[in-house]
């Protein structure tokens, strides 16, 4: 990809917009960066203070932004909005969140781009779906940054369960970024060895339950974390650095992002995650397969979920 076609423009400067820009400067994936928040000079602060780094890495240029900054970006990455209080579900966030992220999106729309934009801000899979509605983009354009998250904590964890590699470790977490999220063991593998032939290998515990114990401390690993510090950025950011690299890279890289499904995985007009092929355009493709009885319960389970909430939003 050209340099010039290499901008990011973030919009809101926050902690999670900040751990994303710090762990991008470090892979020279950006040749700009624009950065918009409502607060100014959180804005100014925050690019002189990553400007100072500027010399310990890669060249790109970092900048204060407006909403003409997305007329040239490749990729536009949305993490304004209110945060979960400690014991707050996502979900309770919607309302306040789905307004910000109406205005957000009223005056992208304004600006002529062809960028790809990942929706951040929480609840990640309703907002991702206020954004498309709002922009009127082609759902490939549109993506929410999902379960990715999810699907690192799974890996991690379990590659410390198993004491493996994380990279090693293929895992997926579908559905929801919420708490109905759904961990698709059908899907998991260590060096391709499915993992319940690879449990039986190992025999190195009972590992019926230490499935399901990996599964809830993934589930509530967002809580854990705003309970001790207050809320949750680096994991995130990181997150979003792999979806970024992905996209500027057109890696056609398998990731769990969020996005408005229509008859794949027999749901239609939600977004959530999957694992789709994220490329230069987006999704390029969605991983449409058949999952077994129990998972796919779970998985219209957690679609039933957001479109209760989809439509406590629309009332
Ligand atoms: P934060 O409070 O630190 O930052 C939010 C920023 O948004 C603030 O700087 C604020 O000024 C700005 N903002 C608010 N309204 C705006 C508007 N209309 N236009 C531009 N900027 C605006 O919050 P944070 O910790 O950075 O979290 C941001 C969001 O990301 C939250 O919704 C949080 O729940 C979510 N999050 C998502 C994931 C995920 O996996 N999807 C993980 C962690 C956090």
Redesign the pocket.
Known sequence: MEAKRRKVVI???????TAYIYALLQTGLAAEIAL????EK?VAGEVMDLSHGLPFIPPVSIHAGDYSDCSDAHLIVI??????KPGQS?TE?VKD?AS?IE??CGQIKGQPTDAVLIM???P?DILARVALDCLGWPRERVL???TV?DTARLKYMLSRHCQVDARNVHAYVLGE?GDSEVVVWSMAHIAGVPIGHYCRICQGCDARQQHKRIAEQVRDS?YHIIDYKG???Y??GM?LVRISGAILRDERSVLTVSIKLEGEYDIDGLCLSVPCVVGENGVEQIVDTRLPDEEDKALRASANVLQNLFKHISD
């Open positions: 919009v809101g400067a926050g902690s999670v917009g918009i928040d409502i607060d959180v993490t304004a909005g209110a945060k979960q996502r966030l969140n910000i205005s957000v951040v801000t929480n990640v929410g940054s999902g998250l970024h967002a809320s949750t950025y994991g995130i997150s």
